[in-house]
């Protein structure tokens, strides 16, 4: 679900959003329309609307767990989680964690990745929030709610700052619902 959709309609926080997220052509590779949020970072104003948008979305939906997908998970889901009042776990990429692990392997736009979660990070039966920057293909977002679930978590909702007009209309991944603040100001064949 886009937050348009969600009561957000015409809330010009999220413009605000949608015009501090630059745009580059061809990166990292020829065809892919970039969305970067480095200029959003930049943006504080914009940054804190992200944040407060979706506190204000999961303030009250007894989460105790945040998964921020490494690595610009890192930045939203910190924030978000201690504002609520819960945890923040992070999903990181092969070899970046001590100790035990568990791991999901998932398929890109352009190869195959693989995410990791120490297994002392979730009890069973926590509810957990997956949040990322951007949803293209949901391969991302379907590993992390593996690894979740695997682990005991109750995945809640996956929350992402910027989504692909291919995903309007399907409200759900993996039986999960989606989330998204912002469409891509620019769209192309793959937008990332």
């Keep these: 679900m886009f937050a348009v959709e969600n009561g957000l309609q015409g809330d010009p926080r999220l413009k605000a959003i ?30 804190k609307h992200v944040v407060d948008i979706f506190v204000d979305r ?44 568990i791991s999901e392997e998932y398929e890109l736009e352009y ?16 509810r957990a929030l997956i949040i990322d920057d951007l949803v293209a293909t949901g391969g991302t977002l379907s590993a992390s709610i593996n690894l979740l679930e695997r682990a005991g978590a109750e995945v809640v909702e996956c929350g992402c700052v910027v989504g692909l007009p291919k995903f309007k209309g399907q409200c759900r ?5 989606l989330y998204v603040l912002v469409e891509p100001s620019q769209f192309d064949e793959l937008t990332l």
């Design 58 to 101: 999961y303030k009250h939906m007894n989460i105790s767990l945040v998964a921020g997908v490494e690595a610009r998970g890192f930045i939203f889901g910190p924030p978000i989680a201690l504002a609520i009042g819960a945890k923040f776990v992070p999903l990181r990429k092969p070899g970046k964690l001590p100790g035990r692990v």
């Design 18 to 47: 949608s015009d501090a997220i630059r745009v580059i052509p061809h990166f990292p590779k020829t065809g892919i329309m970039f969305q970067d949020i480095t200029t959003l970072l930049l943006d504080p104003v914009a940054f």
């Design 173 to 177: 991944l993996k039986g999960k619902p």
């Design 111 to 126: 190869g195959s990745d693989r995410l990791e979660m120490s297994m002392e990070a979730v009890k069973s039966d926590e």
